[in-house]
Structure formats: structure tokens, C-alpha cells
């Protein structure tokens, strides 16, 4: 790619990052300042990758109804992997025993219900899917809404309760390496949130002292709600690859996220993280509106300069 067109690029991965970066409520405007320009070091290794892209996702509420994994993350996920096949890359899944059923319905409704999917028991030790990763060629990690490891050891959601009965924690596994890691989250306690200084978690996050996770990412994507992360991952590598345009775009249809959100609620079961009830929302926001933000985005790439 031409120099000029390099920036072109860029700029419409940065105007990707800017929609993305709308808050809906979480106070995190100086969050998305310090992660500015995160979308595009993701985009960029991961338009270069040739070898197979783990996966790491769920995040578990003990107090939904009923108890099941966040729709936040299951779906985002398949949807990212739906694409990633598209384009030739191998995938695969990474969650814990108590996320695993709505991963399983996630990629399910995607049709690709061959994706692996490597679930580590409710307390468990990751080294098992650190070896298989190893094997299998991992050269890229992506942790998108996933509950991270904060200071003092435990796995805790944004009401700053400790749930860490609930979640093992996946955090060593994504950095256990030779790949390198892409954090996609939304509120300060997700894996890849060490990326950021825990004094801006701190001080502008509800709980943030508490809920902050401590482990880094390579690079990292800060959205208004982490479903949007694999939108704009979708749509960053549309631009900077036209010959995988078209698949990529595909991707970003309406109607196929509508059915896995709806499938991997019904057959996971899900939940609203906010809500922790059953309905067809991502934190606690209707299906349109997180559609009228794949839509935004998926202007920008079909407009892309080649």
C-alpha cells in the first residue's frame, strides 16, 4: 500500500474508532482519550496475520435470570470468528465451564460450530490451553469483553462484587505468549485494561480502584460497549485489505447479528450485564441502536480509499 494511501487508511480506521468511542454512560471520555489510536495497531497486526487467531471471551452473572454468561462478548466474538474464517484464518475459542454454553450457542448460530472451543473447568489452570495454543500456532490473541485480573488477585463486574466463584481467571493464558494480544472492553475490568494507568481507571470509573484489571495488551480497543470491538475490527481490516472488502462487509449485516444475539440468548442462555435479565439487549441497549453504530462503520469502510 502506497504511502497516501496508508494515511487515507488510517483516517477511516480512526473516524471507525471515533464512533465507537461513545459513552453510554460509564463516564469513561478520558478512558477513550488514553486508548486513542488503539484500533489501528490492532487492525494493522491483525492484517498481517497468517496463522491461527485465539479467541477469549464470557463474562459470567452469578445474579441474572437466570445465572448465565453477558450477551456482551459470546456474540461479538462468533461474529469476529465468522469473519475471520471468511478470509482464510484459522480460529480458535477460549472461555471457562460457566461461559461455555453461550459461546457454544454463539458460534452455533454463526455456523461455525467447528471453531474450537477450549473451556477450562470453573477453577482450573489454564497451562492445558496454553499447550494447545502453543501446538495449534497461535500468533494473535484477542480477549474481547472478558473479566479481568485485578490488584488483589480476584475477577470482579462493574458493581465492584468479587466473582471470582464463578470465573476462573483466563488472564495468564493471554499473555502466556508467543502471540501477541489485542484487549477489546468497555469498562475498566476486562483483560487488556492494564494497558491503561490505573490512576484514569481509578479516578473516573465507578469502583474503579477495585474493579481495575491489571493485566496489559499489545494493543487495545476502548468502545462504549465491547460488541462494537468486533465491528470495528471487521471494518479496520475491510479498509486496509480491499481483496477481503467484500467478505468483511458481508459480515456487517443486520440481520445476522439479530439472529445470534437472539440464539445464543435462547440456547445459551444470556444475559443483559446490566439488566442480568434475559432480553434480546447488550448493556442494556436495543439491538437497533447497536446497529445504527454498524452501520455508521460499515459506511466508512465501504467508502474506504483503495
Known amino acids: ?13 480512526d473516524a471507525i474508532e471515533a464512533i465507537i468511542q461513545r459513552d453510554v454512560g460509564r463516564n469513561i471520555e478520558p478512558l477513550f482519550a488514553a486508548a486513542r489510536g488503539g484500533l489501528r495497531g490492532a487492525v494493522a497486526a491483525l492484517a498481517e496475520a497468517r496463522r491461527t487467531i485465539g479467541l477469549i471471551t464470557g463474562f459470567y452473572v452469578p445474579r441474572g435470570t437466570p445465572p448465565a454468561a453477558e450477551t456482551d462478548g ?8 465468522y469473519g475471520l474464517r471468511r478470509i482464510g484464518l484459522a480460529c480458535r475459542v477460549c472461555t471457562d465451564m460457566p461461559c ?7 458460534l452455533a448460530a454463526a455456523g461455525i460450530e467447528d471453531v474450537p472451543l477450549d473451556v477450562v473447568p470453573l477453577g482450573g489452570s489454564v497451562a492445558d490451553v496454553v499447550r494447545t495454543w502453543r501446538t495449534q500456532d497461535v500468533e494473535l490473541a484477542i480477549a474481547i469483553e472478558r473479566c479481568g485480573r485485578t490488584a488483589d488477585g480476584t475477577a470482579r463486574n462493574m458493581r465492584g462484587e468479587d466473582i471470582g466463584g464463578h470465573t476462573t481467571l483466563l488472564d495468564d493464558l ?3 505468549g508467543p502471540w501477541s494480544t489485542i484487549a477489546v472492553g468497555d469498562g475498566g475490568n476486562e483483560i487488556g485494561m492494564g494497558a491503561l494507568p490505573r490512576e484514569i481507571i481509578n479516578a473516573h470509573v465507578a469502583h474503579g480502584a477495585m474493579i481495575a484489571c491489571i493485566t496489559p495488551a499489545n494493543h487495545l480497543i476502548l468502545a462504549g460497549v465491547s460488541h462494537w470491538g468486533a465491528y470495528a475490527l471487521l471494518a479496520g481490516l475491510a479498509v486496509l485489505r480491499i481483496e477481503w472488502r467484500p467478505a468483511l462487509l458481508g459480515c456487517l449485516d443486520p440481520d445476522l447479528d439479530q ?4 440464539a445464543t440468548i435462547r440456547n445459551g442462555p444470556a444475559v443483559d450485564g446490566i439488566t442480568r435479565q434475559q432480553t434480546a439487549t447488550i448493556d442494556s441497549l436495543d439491538i437497533a441502536t447497536h446497529h ?4 455508521a462503520i460499515r459506511s466508512i469502510a465501504r467508502d474506504a480509499a483503495v
Open 74 to 81: 459470546p456474540v461479538a466474538t462468533a461474529l469476529l470468528a
Open 292 to 295: 445504527r453504530v454498524m452501520q
Open 100 to 106: 461455555a454454553s453461550a459461546c457454544a450457542a454463539a
Open 1 to 13: 500500500m502506497a504511502n497516501q494511501d496508508t494515511v487515507a487508511a488510517y483516517a477511516s480506521i
Open 174 to 176: 493471554f499473555v502466556a
Open 259 to 262: 439472529a445470534m444475539l437472539t
